[in-house]
Every structure is written in C-alpha cells, then in structure tokens.
Nanobody, 111 residues
C-alpha cells in the first residue's frame, strides 16, 4: 500500500507561483504513474497532470498546459507540481494520486 503526502499549498496572488510536493512511500514506484488532480468547491475532481515514473513522459490538462510542470525525483520518491501564472480559477484542493489518494493541499489564488 502506498502512502502519499502532499505539501506546498497556500495563498498566492494571481500571476504568482507555487510548487507542490508529493512524497510517496510504502512500495516501489518504478512501474507506476504519478498524477495530480484538483477539486474546486462544488465541482468534480479533475485531472491536472501525470508523469510516468520510468522515462518521465508527461501529460497535462489543457487548462494548465504551458503554466504547470510536473517532475519527479527518483531518489526522493517525490513528485512535484510547479505552478506558474496562477489564476483564480486554479483555486482548489490539489491531490496526488498513484493507486491511492493523498490527503490534499489547498491552493487559493486571489484576484
């Protein structure tokens, strides 16, 4: 069973940046995909980005392409989400996922 712990959320002004981290433990991650999702108040959880642990291939939702970057640190078993040019509509709880969900971290973008 994998355990996922997110960190790095907070309050930022529109146009600002945040970097989220997801530390994974509990099983070997070499064959897995790590992903970020988000859920805004009153909305369904939606896909944001994912990365293949081997090879590093990435995919992004159209709404974040060009602004967000997902990356990984194999040695630290950690996945990052660098978020630039943040918009108020990026406000949500961000979740890390890989066979399990993390507890989420709140990102609030003020206009």
């Amino acid at each position: 069973q994998v355990q996922l712990v997110e960190s790095g959320g907070g309050l930022v002004q529109a146009g600002g940046s945040l970097r989220l981290s997801c530390a994974a433990s509990g099983r070997a991650l070499s064959r897995y995909i790590m992903a970020w999702f988000r859920q805004a108040p009153g909305k369904e959880r939606e896909f944001v980005a994912r990365i293949h642990w081997i090879g590093g291939r990435t995919n992004y939702a159209d709404s974040v392409k060009g602004r967000f970057t997902i990356s990984r640190d194999n040695a630290e078993n950690t996945v990052y989400l660098q978020m630039n040019s943040l918009k108020p509509e990026d406000t949500a709880v961000y979740y890390c996922a890989s066979g399990a969900w993390g507890q989420g971290t709140q990102v609030t973008v003020a206009s």
